[in-house]
Each structure stands twice: as C-alpha cells, then as structure tokens.
C-alpha cells in the first residue's frame, strides 16, 4: 500500500501563472516532508521542506503548506516558469528525517510559455 | 506498478570490512540508477549515477575508491561501501529510472551501522 501519494502523474500551466503540485499520505507517524525536483536523465535535487510543527515554509516562489489534519501537503509554485518544467517529487519520513525516505511517484509539470 | 527492491535493509558491520548493497528493479529494465545517502535530519545526497555496462558517475566529494558501484545487469545495481567507518553510517537509498518512459521509482533504503 502506498504511504505517499501524488494523484496527479501530470500538469500543465501557463508561465507566469501558480502551479500547485499536492501529495497525500497515509502514515500518521510521518513528521517531516520533502520535495525534490527531477530533470530528465538526472537524479532529484532537492527542493524544500517542512517539519510537523509547521503548516507552512517558503522559499522563494516556492511554498509548501502542510495540513496534518488531512494528511495532505502541496507544493505551490509562484510565478511558474519554463524552467520549473520537470517531475516533483514528494517524500516524507518518521521520526524527524531518522527514517529512510518513502517517495510519491512524481508529478510531471509542465509550464508553457 | 514497478518496484524498486534493495538489500539488506539494515546491516551492522565493524570498521574496516566492506558492505555491499543491493539494488534491483523487479518488473522493468533500468538503465540508469541513482544511488544517495541520506543524513539524519537532511535530505538525500545524490552520490552517484550508474549507468549499466560502464563507469558511474560520482558527484563532486564522493570517494568513488570507497564507494564501488557496478552496474552489470539492467535490473541490477550494487554499491559497496569499502572498508567502511563509523561515519559511514547511514541510509543508503537507490532509484532506478524506467527506460522507455522515463519514471524514477525509489528503493526502501539500507541502513548501514559501522560499529
């Protein structure tokens, strides 16, 4: 059974415009949630992240909003750019990051200008 | 859907002595996998990219004379950690992508323990 899941193997929005990638999960144990971004033919790099404790981190364009009540976090993207074009990855461990990582399948975003 | 096994899941060894791990993709061919080590509290460091049939890719600071990684079969990939140290504990985890559509599937991580 998948603990993390990204319903949305894809998507599309117009530059300039918000692009909100989302990503629930199953485990109530989970404490500490991740995005990676992934270009073709190169492995993730990450992106942001955000602890339990919090409901929301920023960085830049990028946002992450976390609502525990629903197990569900999203990724919001500000303005997007063609650039921003790639699969995101949302993951997520116990225990503060002490446990190994368990990833969604990805998200392919696509941003046209 | 496609998934990505690696083993062992945890291992415990003593200083010195050389680790191998295991990862396999178990209903697809790939032909590039990535292995990364992931720090308590951090995110994933990519280590490297394997490619099968040649040479990995090491990023920049990874020992490559420490961290052997082959890459023989398109299911198979191994990484060992060689005469491995204390600070060599952590999670290892591997993703194998999925040639003809490009997915990135992630193994359930090893944990290495160098006593």
């Known amino acids: 059974d998948q603990q993390v899941k990204q319903n949305s193997p894809s998507l599309s929005v117009q530059e300039g415009r918000i692009s909100i990638l989302n990503c629930d999960y199953t485990?109530?144990?989970?404490?500490?949630f991740l995005w990676y971004k992934k270009y073709p033919a190169e492995g993730p790099t990450f992106l942001i992240s955000?602890?339990?404790?919090?409901d929301k981190n920023e960085d830049g364009r990028f946002t992450v909003f976390l609502n525990k009540s629903a197990k569900h976090l999203s990724l919001h993207i500000v303005p997007s750019q063609p650039g921003d074009s790639a699969v995101y990855f949302c993951?997520?461990?116990?225990?503060?990051?002490?446990?190994?990582?368990?990833f969604g399948k990805g998200t392919r975003l696509s941003v046209i200008a | 859907g496609a998934v990505v096994s690696q083993h062992p899941s945890r291992v415990i060894c003593k200083s010195g002595t050389s680790v191998k791990i295991e990862c396999r993709s178990l209903?697809?061919?790939?032909?590039?996998m990535f292995w990364y080590r992931q720090f308590p509290k951090q995110s994933l460091m990519l280590m490297a990219t394997?490619?099968?049939?040649?040479?990995?890719?090491?990023e920049q600071g990874v020992e490559k004379d420490k961290f052997l990684i082959n890459h023989a079969s398109l299911t198979l990939s191994t990484l060992t950690v060689t005469s491995a140290h204390p600070e060599d504990s952590s999670f290892y985890i591997c993703?194998?992508?999925?040639?003809?559509?490009?997915?990135?599937?992630f193994g359930e991580g090893s944990r290495l323990t160098v006593l």
């Open positions: 993703s194998a992508l999925r040639g003809n559509t490009g997915e990135l599937f």
């Open positions: 955000i602890s339990s404790i919090k």
């Open positions: 394997s490619n099968e049939g040649s040479k990995a890719t090491y």
């Open positions: 993951a997520a461990s116990e225990n503060s990051g002490n446990t190994p990582l368990v």
């Open positions: 485990n109530s144990m989970f404490d500490y």
């Open positions: 209903d697809f061919q790939a032909t590039t």
